[in-house]
Protein backbone atom coordinates (compact mmCIF):
# COMPACT_ATOMS: atom_id res chain seq x y z
CA UNK A 1 0.00 0.00 0.00
CA UNK A 2 1.34 3.23 -1.44
CA UNK A 3 1.67 5.83 1.65
CA UNK A 4 1.95 9.95 0.44
CA UNK A 5 4.62 12.00 2.75
CA UNK A 6 3.31 15.04 3.84
CA UNK A 7 4.87 16.59 0.83
CA UNK A 8 3.10 14.19 -1.53
CA UNK A 9 0.00 15.41 -0.04
CA UNK A 10 0.32 18.50 -0.21
CA UNK A 11 1.24 18.16 -4.28
CA UNK A 12 -2.50 16.61 -4.04
CA UNK A 13 -4.03 19.59 -2.86
CA UNK A 14 -1.89 22.18 -4.48
CA UNK A 15 -3.09 20.60 -8.01
CA UNK A 16 -6.02 23.29 -8.08
CA UNK A 17 -7.74 21.62 -11.06
CA UNK A 18 -7.93 18.41 -9.72
CA UNK A 19 -9.23 20.23 -6.66
CA UNK A 20 -11.92 22.37 -8.08
CA UNK A 21 -13.06 19.84 -10.22
CA UNK A 22 -13.49 17.32 -7.02
CA UNK A 23 -15.22 20.65 -5.50
CA UNK A 24 -17.56 21.18 -8.31
CA UNK A 25 -18.78 18.04 -8.25
CA UNK A 26 -18.91 17.56 -4.40
CA UNK A 27 -21.15 20.75 -5.25
CA UNK A 28 -23.47 19.03 -7.24
CA UNK A 29 -23.92 15.60 -5.59
CA UNK A 30 -24.33 16.52 -1.85
CA UNK A 31 -27.31 17.70 -0.83
CA UNK A 32 -28.11 19.34 2.63
CA UNK A 33 -28.68 15.92 4.95
CA UNK A 34 -26.81 13.79 2.86
CA UNK A 35 -24.36 11.07 4.51
CA UNK A 36 -20.88 11.22 2.82
CA UNK A 37 -18.09 9.05 2.81
CA UNK A 38 -14.75 9.64 1.38
CA UNK A 39 -12.12 6.50 0.80
CA UNK A 40 -8.66 8.13 1.59
CA UNK A 41 -8.98 11.42 2.88
CA UNK A 42 -5.36 12.39 3.38
CA UNK A 43 -5.43 15.86 5.00
CA UNK A 44 -9.09 15.83 5.17
CA UNK A 45 -9.74 18.16 2.31
CA UNK A 46 -12.72 16.88 0.28
CA UNK A 47 -14.00 15.34 3.42
CA UNK A 48 -14.10 19.11 4.77
CA UNK A 49 -15.95 20.34 1.67
CA UNK A 50 -18.35 17.84 1.75
CA UNK A 51 -19.37 18.80 5.70
CA UNK A 52 -19.85 22.45 4.16
CA UNK A 53 -22.06 21.55 1.59
CA UNK A 54 -24.81 20.65 4.09
CA UNK A 55 -23.84 17.04 4.62
CA UNK A 56 -25.09 15.74 7.89
CA UNK A 57 -22.78 13.16 8.78
CA UNK A 58 -19.41 12.65 6.39
CA UNK A 59 -17.35 9.01 7.50
CA UNK A 60 -13.46 10.08 6.58
CA UNK A 61 -11.27 6.52 5.97
CA UNK A 62 -7.38 7.03 6.32
CA UNK A 63 -5.14 4.18 6.74
CA UNK A 64 -1.97 6.37 6.72
CA UNK A 65 -1.29 8.47 10.25
CA UNK A 66 -1.82 11.57 8.28
CA UNK A 67 -5.02 11.34 10.15
CA UNK A 68 -3.97 13.13 13.22
CA UNK A 69 -3.81 16.02 10.87
CA UNK A 70 -7.11 15.93 8.96
CA UNK A 71 -9.12 15.35 12.04
CA UNK A 72 -7.23 18.81 13.70
CA UNK A 73 -7.53 20.46 10.22
CA UNK A 74 -11.70 19.88 10.56
CA UNK A 75 -11.76 21.50 13.76
CA UNK A 76 -9.86 24.54 12.54
CA UNK A 77 -12.28 24.19 9.92
CA UNK A 78 -15.56 23.94 12.01
CA UNK A 79 -16.53 20.38 10.87
CA UNK A 80 -14.97 18.27 13.98
CA UNK A 81 -18.22 17.17 14.90
CA UNK A 82 -19.44 16.99 11.57
CA UNK A 83 -16.48 14.87 10.24
CA UNK A 84 -16.23 11.23 12.11
CA UNK A 85 -12.42 10.03 11.08
CA UNK A 86 -11.94 6.30 10.87
CA UNK A 87 -8.03 5.03 10.70
CA UNK A 88 -8.44 2.15 8.81
CA UNK A 89 -8.14 0.11 5.53
CA UNK A 90 -11.53 1.07 4.09
CA UNK A 91 -12.38 -2.94 3.36
CA UNK A 92 -11.82 -3.51 7.02
CA UNK A 93 -13.81 -0.38 7.99
CA UNK A 94 -17.26 -0.66 9.23
CA UNK A 95 -19.99 2.20 9.31
CA UNK A 96 -23.21 2.47 11.23
CA UNK A 97 -24.80 3.82 8.11
CA UNK A 98 -24.84 3.98 4.51
CA UNK A 99 -23.57 6.33 2.60
CA UNK A 100 -25.30 8.87 -0.24
CA UNK A 101 -22.17 10.13 -1.78
CA UNK A 102 -18.78 8.05 -1.82
CA UNK A 103 -15.73 10.29 -2.97
CA UNK A 104 -12.12 9.46 -3.62
CA UNK A 105 -9.30 9.98 -5.55
CA UNK A 106 -6.85 6.82 -4.80
CA UNK A 107 -5.44 6.49 -8.27
CA UNK A 108 -2.17 6.34 -9.21
CA UNK A 109 -0.68 7.89 -12.23
CA UNK A 110 -3.79 5.20 -14.17
CA UNK A 111 -6.35 4.05 -12.16
CA UNK A 112 -5.17 0.45 -12.58
CA UNK A 113 -3.38 1.23 -8.95
CA UNK A 114 -2.73 -1.43 -5.83
CA UNK A 115 -5.94 -2.33 -4.71
CA UNK A 116 -7.86 1.14 -5.55
CA UNK A 117 -10.81 -0.74 -7.50
CA UNK A 118 -10.88 -3.59 -5.11
CA UNK A 119 -11.44 -0.79 -2.57
CA UNK A 120 -14.57 0.93 -4.90
CA UNK A 121 -15.76 -1.94 -5.31
CA UNK A 122 -16.16 -3.51 -1.62
CA UNK A 123 -17.47 0.09 -0.43
CA UNK A 124 -20.21 0.51 -2.98
CA UNK A 125 -21.01 -2.87 -2.06
CA UNK A 126 -21.50 -2.15 1.67
CA UNK A 127 -21.41 1.21 2.45
CA UNK A 128 -23.61 3.21 -0.88
CA UNK A 129 -27.43 3.30 0.05
CA UNK A 130 -29.72 2.64 -3.16
CA UNK A 131 -29.64 5.35 -5.15
CA UNK A 132 -26.39 6.56 -4.09
CA UNK A 133 -23.94 8.53 -6.39
CA UNK A 134 -19.58 7.88 -6.83
CA UNK A 135 -17.69 10.13 -7.26
CA UNK A 136 -15.50 9.71 -9.78
CA UNK A 137 -18.49 8.08 -11.82
CA UNK A 138 -16.04 7.06 -14.72
CA UNK A 139 -12.79 6.80 -15.64
CA UNK A 140 -11.26 6.17 -19.21
CA UNK A 141 -8.34 5.31 -20.46
CA UNK A 142 -6.14 6.12 -23.76
CA UNK A 143 -2.72 5.28 -25.29
CA UNK A 144 -0.58 6.59 -28.00
CA UNK A 145 3.06 6.59 -28.95
CA UNK A 146 5.31 8.69 -27.76
CA UNK A 147 8.63 10.65 -28.34
CA UNK A 148 10.19 10.88 -25.15
CA UNK A 149 14.06 11.03 -25.34
CA UNK A 150 14.74 12.54 -22.79
CA UNK A 151 13.00 10.43 -19.97
CA UNK A 152 14.30 7.49 -21.85
CA UNK A 153 17.44 8.12 -21.82
CA UNK A 154 17.46 9.65 -17.97
CA UNK A 155 16.39 5.55 -17.40
CA UNK A 156 19.04 4.40 -19.26
CA UNK A 157 22.19 6.08 -19.33
CA UNK A 158 23.41 5.28 -16.03
CA UNK A 159 24.04 1.64 -16.91
CA UNK A 160 25.34 2.37 -20.58
CA UNK A 161 27.61 1.60 -21.87
CA UNK A 162 30.06 1.34 -18.86
CA UNK A 163 30.79 2.62 -15.67
CA UNK A 164 34.20 2.79 -14.79
CA UNK A 165 35.16 0.26 -17.32
CA UNK A 166 32.10 -2.07 -15.80
CA UNK A 167 29.24 -3.56 -17.77
CA UNK A 168 26.21 -3.02 -15.53
CA UNK A 169 23.98 -4.04 -18.44
CA UNK A 170 21.83 -6.13 -16.07
CA UNK A 171 20.68 -3.18 -14.26
CA UNK A 172 19.96 -1.39 -17.83
CA UNK A 173 17.40 -4.45 -18.17
CA UNK A 174 15.67 -3.97 -15.23
CA UNK A 175 15.25 -0.45 -15.76
CA UNK A 176 13.62 -0.99 -19.02
CA UNK A 177 10.99 -3.57 -17.56
CA UNK A 178 9.32 -0.54 -15.47
CA UNK A 179 7.50 2.32 -16.23
CA UNK A 180 7.87 5.54 -15.34
CA UNK A 181 5.46 9.22 -14.22
CA UNK A 182 6.21 11.39 -16.85
CA UNK A 183 4.32 14.91 -18.02
CA UNK A 184 3.57 14.56 -21.69
CA UNK A 185 3.24 17.55 -24.21
CA UNK A 186 1.01 17.22 -27.19
CA UNK A 187 4.02 17.65 -29.35
CA UNK A 188 5.49 14.50 -28.00
CA UNK A 189 3.30 12.13 -29.63
CA UNK A 190 3.93 10.41 -32.88
CA UNK A 191 0.81 8.24 -33.25
CA UNK A 192 -2.97 8.53 -33.10
CA UNK A 193 -4.76 8.44 -29.62
CA UNK A 194 -6.06 4.93 -29.05
CA UNK A 195 -8.85 4.16 -26.15
CA UNK A 196 -8.09 1.31 -24.14
CA UNK A 197 -10.75 0.82 -21.61
CA UNK A 198 -13.61 2.18 -19.37
CA UNK A 199 -14.08 1.68 -15.89
CA UNK A 200 -17.54 2.54 -15.13
CA UNK A 201 -17.76 2.85 -11.25
CA UNK A 202 -21.50 2.14 -11.01
CA UNK A 203 -21.03 -0.94 -12.52
CA UNK A 204 -17.54 -2.23 -11.29
CA UNK A 205 -16.79 -6.13 -11.12
CA UNK A 206 -14.16 -8.09 -9.92
CA UNK A 207 -13.75 -9.38 -13.51
CA UNK A 208 -12.99 -5.85 -14.84
CA UNK A 209 -9.78 -5.59 -12.42
CA UNK A 210 -7.91 -6.52 -15.49
CA UNK A 211 -7.05 -4.37 -18.12
CA UNK A 212 -5.96 -6.58 -21.44
CA UNK A 213 -5.79 -4.60 -24.60
CA UNK A 214 -4.63 -5.25 -28.22
CA UNK A 215 -5.01 -2.48 -30.45
CA UNK A 216 -3.06 -0.97 -33.25
CA UNK A 217 -1.65 2.71 -33.20
CA UNK A 218 -0.90 4.38 -36.49
CA UNK A 219 1.88 7.03 -36.96
CA UNK A 220 0.64 10.15 -38.01
CA UNK A 221 3.87 11.68 -38.33
CA UNK A 222 7.69 10.38 -39.05
CA UNK A 223 9.57 10.17 -35.76
CA UNK A 224 11.49 8.48 -32.88
CA UNK A 225 8.99 6.56 -30.73
CA UNK A 226 10.57 5.23 -27.73
CA UNK A 227 7.26 3.52 -26.06
CA UNK A 228 3.92 4.36 -24.94
CA UNK A 229 1.78 6.89 -23.03
CA UNK A 230 -0.88 6.21 -21.17
CA UNK A 231 -3.75 8.70 -19.24
CA UNK A 232 -6.78 8.74 -18.33
CA UNK A 233 -10.28 10.77 -18.60
CA UNK A 234 -12.46 11.69 -15.63
CA UNK A 235 -16.27 11.82 -15.29
CA UNK A 236 -16.20 13.04 -11.57
CA UNK A 237 -20.38 13.64 -11.77
CA UNK A 238 -22.37 14.89 -14.34
CA UNK A 239 -21.10 17.78 -16.20
CA UNK A 240 -17.87 17.63 -14.31
CA UNK A 241 -14.82 16.22 -16.17
CA UNK A 242 -11.16 15.79 -15.29
CA UNK A 243 -8.20 14.78 -17.96
CA UNK A 244 -4.64 14.11 -17.51
CA UNK A 245 -3.84 13.87 -21.02
CA UNK A 246 -0.91 15.30 -22.41
CA UNK A 247 -3.32 18.59 -24.02
CA UNK A 248 -5.31 19.39 -20.64
CA UNK A 249 -3.43 21.30 -18.22
CA UNK A 250 -0.81 19.50 -16.50
CA UNK A 251 -2.04 17.37 -12.99
CA UNK A 252 -0.41 15.57 -9.99
CA UNK A 253 -1.07 12.08 -11.72
CA UNK A 254 1.26 12.79 -14.36
CA UNK A 255 0.70 10.12 -17.57
CA UNK A 256 2.24 6.61 -17.28
CA UNK A 257 5.33 6.22 -19.84
CA UNK A 258 6.21 2.28 -21.06
CA UNK A 259 9.68 2.55 -22.70
CA UNK A 260 10.58 0.03 -25.32
CA UNK A 261 14.31 -1.20 -25.24
CA UNK A 262 15.08 1.55 -27.78
CA UNK A 263 13.93 4.06 -30.15
CA UNK A 264 12.38 3.34 -33.60
CA UNK A 265 12.06 5.00 -36.60
CA UNK A 266 8.27 5.74 -37.59
CA UNK A 267 7.04 6.90 -40.65
CA UNK A 268 3.55 8.33 -41.65
CA UNK A 269 1.49 5.78 -41.63
CA UNK A 270 3.80 2.98 -39.74
CA UNK A 271 1.11 0.70 -37.81
CA UNK A 272 2.52 -0.19 -34.05
CA UNK A 273 0.49 -3.69 -32.66
CA UNK A 274 0.84 -3.19 -29.25
CA UNK A 275 -0.65 -5.37 -26.06
CA UNK A 276 -1.00 -4.27 -23.61
CA UNK A 277 -1.86 -6.40 -19.89
CA UNK A 278 -2.20 -5.12 -16.37
CA UNK A 279 -3.60 -7.74 -13.67
CA UNK A 280 -3.22 -7.09 -9.76
CA UNK A 281 -1.10 -9.74 -7.98
CA UNK A 282 -0.91 -9.22 -3.75
CA UNK A 283 -0.98 -5.58 -3.51
CA UNK A 284 -0.56 -4.18 -7.22
CA UNK A 285 -0.45 -4.49 -10.82
CA UNK A 286 1.77 -6.67 -13.16
CA UNK A 287 2.07 -5.20 -16.14
CA UNK A 288 3.09 -6.55 -19.22
CA UNK A 289 3.43 -4.78 -22.69
CA UNK A 290 4.31 -5.82 -26.07
CA UNK A 291 4.77 -4.22 -29.62
CA UNK A 292 5.34 -5.05 -33.37
CA UNK A 293 6.79 -2.25 -35.59
CA UNK A 294 9.29 -2.03 -38.50
CA UNK A 295 11.37 0.16 -38.15
CA UNK A 296 11.36 3.26 -40.98
CA UNK A 297 15.17 3.75 -41.14
CA UNK A 298 16.45 0.52 -41.14
CA UNK A 299 13.27 -1.64 -42.42
CA UNK A 300 13.92 -4.29 -39.47
CA UNK A 301 10.98 -5.80 -38.19
CA UNK A 302 10.97 -5.44 -34.21
CA UNK A 303 9.57 -7.17 -31.33
CA UNK A 304 9.30 -5.93 -27.65
CA UNK A 305 8.32 -7.55 -24.92
CA UNK A 306 8.63 -6.51 -21.28
CA UNK A 307 7.35 -7.18 -17.63
CA UNK A 308 7.38 -5.20 -14.52
CA UNK A 309 8.08 -9.06 -13.72
CA UNK A 310 11.30 -8.76 -15.18
CA UNK A 311 11.99 -5.34 -13.76
CA UNK A 312 12.22 -6.44 -10.40
CA UNK A 313 15.22 -7.53 -9.00
CA UNK A 314 14.49 -11.57 -7.70
CA UNK A 315 17.12 -13.40 -7.39
CA UNK A 316 17.02 -17.59 -8.03
CA UNK A 317 16.81 -18.06 -4.27
CA UNK A 318 13.93 -15.79 -4.29
CA UNK A 319 12.21 -17.49 -6.81
CA UNK A 320 13.12 -20.66 -5.48
CA UNK A 321 11.54 -20.03 -2.00
CA UNK A 322 8.40 -19.00 -3.70
CA UNK A 323 7.56 -21.72 -5.83
CA UNK A 324 4.86 -23.75 -4.99
CA UNK A 325 6.71 -26.79 -4.25
CA UNK A 326 9.15 -24.90 -2.08
CA UNK A 327 8.85 -26.46 1.79
CA UNK A 328 9.44 -23.46 3.71
CA UNK A 329 11.52 -23.23 7.48
CA UNK A 330 10.73 -20.72 9.50
CA UNK A 331 13.52 -18.84 11.61
CA UNK A 332 13.83 -16.76 14.31
CA UNK A 333 12.25 -14.11 13.53
CA UNK A 334 8.76 -16.12 13.00
CA UNK A 335 8.88 -17.60 15.91
CA UNK A 336 9.58 -14.27 17.76
CA UNK A 337 6.32 -12.90 15.84
CA UNK A 338 4.11 -16.29 16.89
CA UNK A 339 5.16 -15.65 20.90
CA UNK A 340 4.19 -12.13 20.07
CA UNK A 341 0.96 -12.84 17.99
CA UNK A 342 -0.51 -15.35 20.56
CA UNK A 343 0.16 -12.95 23.50
CA UNK A 344 -1.61 -10.52 21.86
CA UNK A 345 -4.86 -13.30 20.98
CA UNK A 346 -4.23 -13.60 25.28
CA UNK A 347 -5.18 -9.83 25.68
CA UNK A 348 -1.47 -9.37 27.05
CA UNK A 349 -0.03 -5.56 26.91
CA UNK A 350 2.32 -4.56 24.38
CA UNK A 351 4.59 -3.60 27.49
CA UNK A 352 4.41 -6.76 29.07
CA UNK A 353 4.86 -8.38 25.76
CA UNK A 354 7.78 -6.80 25.15
CA UNK A 355 9.29 -8.26 28.87
CA UNK A 356 8.01 -11.70 27.53
CA UNK A 357 10.18 -11.60 24.37
CA UNK A 358 13.32 -9.76 25.44
CA UNK A 359 13.23 -12.62 28.25
CA UNK A 360 12.70 -15.63 25.56
CA UNK A 361 14.70 -14.12 22.99
CA UNK A 362 17.44 -12.17 24.51
CA UNK A 363 20.04 -12.93 21.28
CA UNK A 364 17.51 -11.11 19.55
CA UNK A 365 16.64 -8.26 21.78
CA UNK A 366 19.54 -6.57 23.85
CA UNK A 367 16.85 -4.58 25.37
CA UNK A 368 13.12 -4.09 26.59
CA UNK A 369 12.50 -1.20 24.62
CA UNK A 370 14.02 -2.95 21.75
CA UNK A 371 11.38 -5.63 22.12
CA UNK A 372 8.26 -3.74 22.95
CA UNK A 373 9.10 -1.21 19.81
CA UNK A 374 8.98 -4.95 17.63
CA UNK A 375 5.19 -5.43 19.51
CA UNK A 376 3.86 -2.28 18.56
CA UNK A 377 5.25 -2.94 14.96
CA UNK A 378 3.07 -6.11 14.91
CA UNK A 379 0.47 -4.19 16.84
CA UNK A 380 -0.02 -1.77 13.95
CA UNK A 381 0.03 -4.33 11.41
CA UNK A 382 -2.55 -6.60 12.78
CA UNK A 383 -4.44 -5.07 15.56
CA UNK A 384 -7.76 -3.94 16.09
Given at each position: MHRYSPQGHGAMVSDRVRVEAYARAIRRQVRPGSVVLELGTGTGLFAILAARQGARRVYAIECDDIIGAAR???????????????????????????????????????????????????????????????????????????????IHRGMTEPWSPQVCGADLGAARELVLNGWERMQARPEQLVSAVVHCGTLDYPSLAPDHFRLAVHASLVANRPGMAHGLCMWFDSTLAEGVELSNAPEAPPLVYGQAFLPWPHAVAVADGT????????????????????????????????????STFLGVPLSSDTLRRRAASYVARVDDDARIDRVALGLMEEGRALGAIGHELAARFPARFARWEDALAHAGELSIRYGR
Open positions: RNAAANGCGDTIEFIHALSTRAELPERADVIVSDMRGVVPYHERHLEAIVDARARFLAPGGQLIPAQDRLWVACIEAEDTIAVAIDARLVGDDYLWTWKARVRDAASGADLRFEQ
